[in-house]
């Protein structure tokens, strides 16, 4: 099992570690799950993301390389931008990995795929692999800039899906104005050499240490897609309401083809929002049923520190409509729910 440079930084902190897409990683610390939620919500918090990959792709043929192969068009930005983006199976054009292209300079792409995905990218788009030599720090939370301004005023202004090389610390850092959170925050690469000073200095500055549990009841809450759940094998991006990410005015991208004939066709089932009475959560795996039919399964489910109650994502017949009442059954436990729009949960400022 492989570990982040910061591994003994979150064994002095007393997380509890597991194993996360071959990595050891802290799913929490003694604060909790809530408590580190809550503090992304409200202040700030680092989370360390050095289990997702990187991919380094340079040179003259990079921007056609990943424009030809990747699902979205990067003619929509510019060097010093990011994009979400698919890879898509070629013939099925289901969701192989959902990515991050971090476009640093003119020629040079960062690709940043799920962590168990690294090696398929690699396969797809060529390039090199460089994860083991950085790390990538989450900081996340609406006092996230200003935590990092007292180290690096650069590096807390560099803005949302912009993405920028500064010297931090004495390092040469790639800082991504990203997260997966559904709050403002930076996503810092930087050298390993260098990852454990910086994420005390963040810590020092009033970020609290949180873990991949507090990483996923925020992106539920923003009805953000993980990869196996919401997307993956046997799921488009069209099922998963993601259209948005497929370059429809380029002349090609791998598995066009087989999403043209989806869209022509429609979609065998959806992607919905569900919300459920009372505390207890609906979990992965779990029937969700209209009038006693079962008509889809929760893909995601967990309680919502934010809303107090629970949600869930979940696939489901096309015809579903927005309001519908469901029953998901939790291993015999019927809960009353309703159907939703997502994210369940999103800044009014």
């Known amino acids: 099992m492989r570990t982040t440079a910061l591994n003994a930084a979150h064994r002095t902190l007393g997380a509890k570690l597991v194993e996360f897409g071959g990595w050891e990683m802290p799913i929490s610390y003694p604060t909790g799950t809530i408590a580190e939620h809550l503090a992304c919500r409200n202040s700030v918090v680092v989370f360390d993301v050095s ?29 010093g931008r990011t994009q979400y983006t698919h890879l898509l199976d070629p013939i099925s054009a289901d969701v192989l990995d959902d990515i991050i292209v971090w476009w640093v300079s003119e020629n040079v792409f960062d690709v ?41 005023l650069e590096a807390s202004e560099v803005a949302r899906n912009h993405v920028q090389v500064i010297e931090m610390m004495g390092s040469i850092c790639v800082v991504a104005g990203t997260g997966y959170t559904g709050e403002d925050g930076l996503e810092i690469a930087i050298p390993v050499s260098a990852a454990t000073e910086l994420w005390q200095q ?49 002349d090609q991208f791998q598995g066009k083809e087989a999403v043209l004939r989806e869209k022509e066709s429609g979609v065998t089932k959806k992607l919905v929002g569900l919300s459920t009475q009372g505390r207890r959560p609906p979990r992965e795996g779990s029937s969700i049923l209209k009038d006693g039919t079962v008509i889809g399964s929760v893909t995601s489910g967990n309680f919502s520190p934010m809303l107090e109650h629970g949600i869930a994502l979940g696939f489901v017949e096309p015809g579903t409509e927005i309001g519908d009442e469901i029953i998901i059954d939790v291993r015999g436990t019927d809960l009353v729910g309703r159907v939703v729009p997502y994210p369940f949960y999103k800044k009014t400022i």
């Open 51 to 79: 289990h997702l990959g990187t991919v380094r792709v340079e040179g003259p043929q990079a921007f056609d390389s990943l424009q030809k192969v990747l699902s979205n068009d990067l003619r929509k930005i510019a060097p």
């Open 112 to 152: 940043m795929p799920n962590a168990s995905n690294t090696e398929r990218v690699v396969q797809y788009l060529g390039g090199v692999d460089t994860t083991q030599t950085r790390c990538v720090i989450a900081l996340q939370g609406p006092q996230a800039r200003q935590s990092m301004s007292a180290i690096s």
């Open 202 to 250: 963040l810590m020092n500055n009033g970020a609290l240490a949180a873990g991949l549990g507090a990483r996923d009841t925020l992106r539920l809450e923003a009805g953000l897609p993980l990869h196996g759940h919401e997307l993956g094998v046997g799921i488009t991006s069209l099922q998963a309401n993601l259209g948005w990410v497929l370059g429809w005015k380029k």
